[in-house]
């Protein structure tokens, strides 16, 4: 069992940087990828950036590539997600997710967080 809490959302200017956490609580931390889902309103929820289980691989979604960093301290159970050069389409509500399987389907994913909101203005 995992759980999974985020911090870090807010509300901020189009061009600013914020950094999301997300705590994990369980010994087996370092056994799962880490995910960062967004949802904006009407929209599908998609994964816009994930790591393994060791932090050696990473993926990103295109519309992110370049602008959001994720990462993990397994020492601290937590993985953060870097974002700058925020743009209003950035505007979200961002869930972490762990999964124990190689891909980007939400179904992948067994433990979310609660999810926090981004909201980028003009």
């Known amino acids: 069992q995992v759980q999974l809490v985020e911090s870090g959302g807010g509300l901020v200017q189009a061009g600013d940087s914020l950094r999301l956490s997300c705590a994990a609580s369980g010994r087996t931390f370092s056994s799962y990828a880490m995910a960062w889902f967004r949802q904006a309103p009407g929209k599908e929820r998609v994964c816009v950036a994930r790591?393994?289980?060791?932090?050696?691989?990473?993926y990103y979604a295109d519309s992110v590539k370049g602008r959001f960093t994720i990462s993990r301290d397994n020492a601290k159970n937590t993985v953060y997600l870097q974002m700058a050069s925020l743009k209003p389409e950035d505007t979200a509500v961002y869930s972490c997710?762990?999964?124990?399987?190689?891909?980007?389907?939400?179904?992948?994913?067994?433990?979310w967080g609660q999810g926090t909101q981004v909201t980028v203005s003009a």
């Open positions: 997710a762990a999964g124990r399987f190689a891909g980007v389907a939400t179904s992948l994913h067994n433990y």
């Open positions: 790591i393994s289980s060791s932090g050696g691989s990473t």
